[in-house]
């Protein structure tokens, strides 16, 4: 269920006061730290904050429970749901972790995970991955 503004603002400012509190936490116990211990303890947290929204608004699209299945792009039949799976993804913020709807085509017994490009961060090349991780999920869980 996509979430309202609202929700997602505060679970959103959550994870910045989490990781807020971990900066100062950090600062009070590190005694006269050089600018690149600084550098590295902001950069570290930036990331992880960077991840935690990503991987918030991804998972947030409509587009992850999508009805009814896609078209198989090798036969053009509808595709069947086969639940929801999770999916390790390397972006240009840092690497996440999806949950996203995985469709099965019995015809061609190929598998689409998740379903399309709805993140945009290679355009046809994530799609041709995660078609290809599909296939591996596909093979390695005997689906």
Known sequence: MKRTHDQLRAELMAAAEEVIDELLEWHERSEAPTLTEIEDAILDLRRRLG???QQAVIEDQE???PVPGPACPTCGREMRYKGMKKLAVSGRTGDIELERAYFY???CRSG???PGSTTEAGGEALERRTVEAGRVVERDCGL
Do not use: G, K, S, W
Request: aromatic fraction near 8%.
């Open 63 to 65: 587009a992850i429970h």
């Open 105 to 107: 085509c019995d015809r």
């Open 51 to 53: 991840e935690r929204m």
């Open 112 to 114: 689409l995970f998740p």
